[in-house]
């Protein structure tokens, strides 16, 4: 251990997640992560910090006064699906700039190989590797930067993200390793409940998606109520009753994804759900998932256009919340610059 470096390997538990402001909030996003930072929140008592990954955003490209408005609109959401910016620190990324600083470092630290394995990056460069943007390769180590410039210990995420967040252990790992200290923690992901994997209404194999061309395929935050249960009116299914036992729901990817997605609604666990609902009809069973869909969603959207109306104020939580970030992150960079070797850190 080097002597000059005081590190500890106990960490105080801190709860890190991010989304990107490119485009609008899904049912999946909500599923998946909002309401479960607003659960983790409220369970306390560690600290929360959530954040609007902007430059994770233009990894591709997005038109600037598109990104501006989502960005605004990604905060209102989260404030309106009840993150309280007393409670946790809300903030965009860009914001603060000791997150691109440590990522840095990370690009030194995480290896090509590491990148290139990544899904994501596969999916999103697609067949045109060499036209894909640097950022895009190196996404996961700013998102690796993201967590551990906090010393986050938990990051609760929906299941795509599982990969970039075995990247980031392996990040704090190496780094740890290499400059032979215990300074970064080794992350906990949280993928948790029954809708960590939101499907698309159209397609049950391909996960609910913003970039999906079809607007059909997915619920987005800002649905009205009649676009909402005329989606899963026309959503996929197959023409058998719902089974008792989630064993039932096996090669039927449909099917499991509406009840998923009730059972994340309603908070009750797949089996709760089929409980009630096993031996009826999806004709039955849909009326029921749209009129708790629009229940939950419904007052969430009223809330963020009213949030919307008032573009300073969300500036002003933006601007409170970069400030506590940038509290925690600076020392933390700070002591990354002197492990590492920077003269004046
Ligand atoms: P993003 O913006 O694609 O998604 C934000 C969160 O929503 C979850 N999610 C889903 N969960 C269940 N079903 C779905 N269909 C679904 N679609 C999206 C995602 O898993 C995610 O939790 N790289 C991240 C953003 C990020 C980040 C971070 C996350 C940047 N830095 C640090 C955690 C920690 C992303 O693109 O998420």
């Known amino acids: 251990?080097?002597?000059?470096?005081?590190?500890?390997?106990?960490?105080?538990?801190?709860?890190?997640?991010?989304?990107?402001?490119?485009?609008?909030?899904?049912?999946?996003?909500?599923?998946?992560?909002?309401k479960r930072f607003v659960d983790m929140?409220?369970?306390?008592?560690?600290?929360?910090?959530?954040?609007?990954?902007?430059?994770?955003?233009?990894?591709?490209?997005?038109?600037?006064?598109?990104?501006?408005?989502?960005?605004?609109?990604?905060?209102?959401?989260?404030i309106a699906a009840g993150i309280d910016p007393k409670k946790s620190i809300l903030f965009n990324q860009s914001a603060v700039a000791e997150h691109t600083q440590l990522a840095w470092i990370f690009n030194c630290v995480a290896r090509m190989g590491w990148m290139q394995r990544m899904t994501q990056w596969k999916d999103k460069a697609g067949k045109n590797q060499q036209?894909?943007?640097?950022?895009?390769?190196?996404?996961?180590?700013?998102?690796?930067?993201?967590?551990?410039v906090y010393h986050a210990t938990h990051v609760p995420v929906?299941?795509?993200q599982k990969q970039h967040l075995e990247l980031t252990r392996d990040v704090a790992i190496k780094f740890?390793?290499?400059?032979?200290?215990?300074?970064?923690?080794?992350?906990?992901?949280?993928?948790?409940?029954?809708?960590?994997?939101?499907?698309?209404?159209?397609?049950?194999?391909?996960?609910m998606s913003k970039s999906d061309p079809s607007d059909a395929s997915r619920i987005n935050m800002t649905?009205?109520?009649?676009?909402?249960?005329?989606?899963?009116?026309?959503?996929?299914?197959?023409?058998?009753?719902?089974?008792?036992?989630?064993?039932?729901?096996?090669?039927?990817?449909?099917?499991?994804?509406l009840v998923n997605i009730y059972a994340g609604l309603s908070e009750q666990s797949v089996e709760q759900v089929l409980a009630d609902v096993g031996g009826k009809q999806f004709s039955e069973f849909k009326p029921m998932l749209s009129e708790l869909a629009v229940e939950k969603l419904a007052p969430i959207s009223t809330e963020m256009a009213r949030l919307m109306?008032?573009?300073?104020?969300?500036?002003?939580?933006?601007?409170?919340?970069?400030?506590?970030?940038?509290?925690?992150a600076a020392p933390i960079l700070k002591?990354?610059?002197?492990?590492?070797?920077?003269?004046?850190?």
């Open 1 to 34: 251990m080097n002597e000059a470096v005081q590190t500890s390997s106990t960490f105080t538990p801190r709860v890190f997640s991010g989304i990107q402001p490119s485009g609008g909030l899904t049912l999946g996003n909500y599923l998946g992560a909002m």
């Open 41 to 78: 929140q409220e369970a306390g008592p560690h600290e929360t910090v959530f954040c609007m990954v902007d430059l994770h955003a233009i990894t591709v490209w997005q038109d600037p006064a598109k990104l501006q408005r989502a960005t605004r609109e990604l905060c209102a959401g989260f």
């Open 131 to 148: 036209n894909a943007s640097l950022g895009l390769l190196a996404y996961p180590a700013l998102m690796a930067a993201d967590i551990l």
């Open 158 to 160: 929906g299941e795509d």
């Open 176 to 207: 740890n390793h290499d400059y032979d200290v215990d300074f970064f923690p080794v992350t906990e992901p949280v993928i948790e409940g029954a809708a960590t994997r939101v499907m698309s209404l159209r397609d049950g194999s391909k996960k």
């Open 223 to 257: 649905d009205d109520a009649d676009t909402i249960a005329k989606k899963i009116r026309k959503a996929k299914t197959d023409p058998e009753g719902l089974p008792s036992e989630a064993k039932g729901l096996e090669d039927r990817p449909e099917a499991r994804n």
């Open 309 to 328: 109306q008032d573009q300073a104020e969300i500036d002003k939580i933006l601007a409170l919340g970069a400030g506590q970030a940038r509290e925690i």
């Open 335 to 345: 002591k990354t610059y002197e492990i590492v070797g920077m003269v004046g850190a």
